[in-house]
């Protein structure tokens, strides 16, 4: 299983730091949240780690190799995402959708092989998508498209599973459920999680580990149970923010 | 299940494209029979039909199938490289450059092998114009590309503008059926099948890539597709079809925006499909385009790019209309 190595990376966005000399280890079984406010540079972060944005300086290594030095492939392998905007509506079938998930893998050229297959109706099947199979992906409502957008990411089969904003478009219920899903997936693979969120409350609850990025590239990388704090909340999110114990679980909310 | 559905479609292109070149071969002035089809292609033997069959009409329908062939293949090419379901063969100026290429060819009173060689170069120089002016800072997006194609295809309108209007009556009707696409002229050799081959191999090798590519860029990068790599080869290569087809034909329009979408609407989305379909079906319906095209008026030819809107316009809006009632 693999492991991601952040060093001292910095990251820029016109001329405003995002982070500056991020050190974080991601070890396999592990799950982090990452908190932030707006523009503070989660997604941006996210999508460095799939190369889809220069890195300004400093490295990140999956298993001691510069993902810059790996092929696309190779890396899509291994990191899969959830993207903020989840899927496009196009005039495909949900099925044709959730396959795109093997595109990494496949080995045979025209024909689909029946594992890939497998994986994917599998991955239909945990996010109960398994009826809607043959749907057209334009005719999905926004918590299907939310949830196919899951079963394709879980289809990739990747050892690190970057969420961005993954309770997007999703009724409190499902939020729970889905992340409770796939959560228990990523941990039965061994493989690892990062979750991008604006819902701290979630984020505690499904993360032990937190980078928190404050203003002016500064981030605080720790456990959550020592980097949840009302102080550092307060301080990360520029506005008061106070917290209760309910039964087994912390809850923050806004003063 | 679904495999099936895609061997019924490709099975029933086939047949079509055989019918269509049949269907060719037989349509004109002179009266050619079946048996004598048969007769000319299996033996020998030269007597005045098998002399119109073989120097007339076979190589213009295998010209009017390579290049709809072509046009298909590259408006595929094109709707996925800008995402655009506007996108056709000629939205990047190409044929705007080959067009003046060929109508100064013309003005100038080139025929034949000048006139297309005129036309290739035109069609070059446009591609390598409106890479040129996309890439300028070494990056370039899908939204520079279209607008520079875009802007570039006006200027090159406005020059054959100029040189239609500053052109003598004579001249004026040859530039005319080369804008509108004509295959009167048309003559394909090794090379243009090669090219052909070349292009339905490469597009089934790239077919997945082009399968994830369509729905985002984002979504492509993170499936391990290499998007500045794939995009490079989908402008050339489309450039180089369209820049083959115009100058084989002239632009004919229609078909590489037409085909690829009926094919779409037609249940073949999946580009392991649509490629093999669009060569397929871009030339039947450019064969049998240009069969009524010299036929309907005989002895007047009509340019075959009037006959592919005359025909296109209306299945395919047939086509729309059925897809969206189920």
């Not at chain 2, 094109?78 to 080959?98: E, H, K, T």
């Not at chain 2, 243009?192 to 985002?216: D, F, K, M, Q, T």
């Not at chain 2, 392991?272 to 064969?287: A, D, K, N, T």
Request: with cysteine.
């Amino acid at each position: 299983m693999a492991t991601l190595q952040i060093s001292s990376l910095t990251l820029e966005v016109a001329n405003r730091t995002l982070c500056r000399d991020l050190n974080v280890q991601i070890q396999p079984n592990e799950s982090w949240c990452l908190l932030g406010r707006n523009g503070a540079g989660k997604t941006t972060l996210l999508h460095s780690l799939i190369r889809q944005r220069v890195i300004d300086e400093g490295s990140v290594l999956l298993d001691g190799k510069n993902i810059a030095d790996l092929k696309q492939r190779e890396l899509a392998r291994k990191i899969g995402i959830l993207f903020q905007q989840g899927i496009e509506a196009l005039p495909a079938t949900v099925f044709e959708t959730v396959m795109l998930g093997r595109h990494p893998h496949l080995q045979s050229l025209l024909l689909d092989n029946e594992k890939d297959i497998e994986i994917a109706e599998q991955a239909l099947a945990i996010f109960e998508l398994g009826s809607l199979k043959e749907r057209p992906v334009d005719t999905l409502s926004g918590g299907e498209l939310q949830r196919l957008a899951l079963a394709l990411l879980l289809a990739q089969t990747p050892e690190i599973f970057l969420l961005d904003e993954p309770s997007n478009h999703l009724d409190v219920a499902f939020q729970i459920k889905l992340l409770t899903v796939l959560t228990d997936k990523v941990r039965e693979a061994s493989a690892s999680l990062i979750m991008a969120t604006h819902d701290i409350n979630l984020a505690s609850r499904f993360c032990d580990n937190i980078i928190l990025l404050l203003e002016g590239g500064e981030a605080l990388v720790g456990k959550c149970s020592d980097v949840l704090t009302e102080e550092n909340l307060s301080k990360a999110y520029g506005c008061p923010i106070q917290s209760v114990h309910s039964g087994e679980h912390r809850l923050f909310y806004p003063a | 299940m679904i495999f099936n559905k895609q061997i019924l479609l490709l099975t029933s292109l086939l047949i079509f494209a055989a019918a269509s070149i049949l269907f060719s071969l037989l349509s004109g002035s002179v009266d050619i029979t079946l048996a004598e089809i048969a007769g000319s292609i299996l033996s020998s033997e030269s007597n005045l039909n098998s002399q119109v069959l073989q120097e007339i009409r076979i190589p213009r329908t295998l010209a009017a199938f390579v290049t709809g062939g072509l046009l298909a293949l590259s408006g595929a090419i094109m709707q996925v490289l800008l995402r655009n379901p506007l996108a056709d063969p000629y939205i990047l100026g190409i044929s705007g450059g080959a067009a003046v290429g060929a109508l100064s060819a013309i003005l100038l009173g080139a025929s034949g092998f000048w006139l297309s060689n005129a036309a290739f170069a035109g069609a070059l120089l446009s591609i390598f114009l409106v890479f040129g002016i996309a890439n300028q800072f070494g990056d370039w997006s899908v939204t520079r590309l279209l607008l520079t194609g875009v802007v570039v295809s006006a200027g090159w309108g406005a020059v054959i503008n100029i040189l239609l209007t500053t052109s003598s009556t004579n001249n004026v009707q040859s530039m005319l059926f080369w804008l509108m696409g004509d295959l009167s002229q048309s003559r394909v050799n090794l090379a243009h099948y090669l090219l052909l081959i070349v292009g339905l191999a490469g597009g089934l090798l790239l077919s997945r890539s082009l399968n994830v590519l369509i729905r985002g860029e984002l979504l492509a990068v993170s499936l391990g597709v290499n998007v500045q790599a794939l995009r490079l080869l989908l402008f050339f290569s489309a450039s180089v079809f369209t820049a083959t087809a115009v100058t084989i034909a002239g632009s004919v329009g229609f078909v590489g925006l037409i085909i690829p979408h009926m094919l779409r609407l037609l249940g073949a989305r999946d580009h392991r499909l649509l490629i093999p379909s669009c060569i397929l079906l871009g030339g039947s319906f450019l064969v049998i385009a240009d069969s009524l095209a010299r036929t309907i008026v005989a002895p007047q030819q009509l340019p075959v790019g009037v006959v592919t809107a005359v025909i296109g316009v209306p299945a395919f809006i047939l086509i729309l209309r059925s897809t969206i009632r189920k």
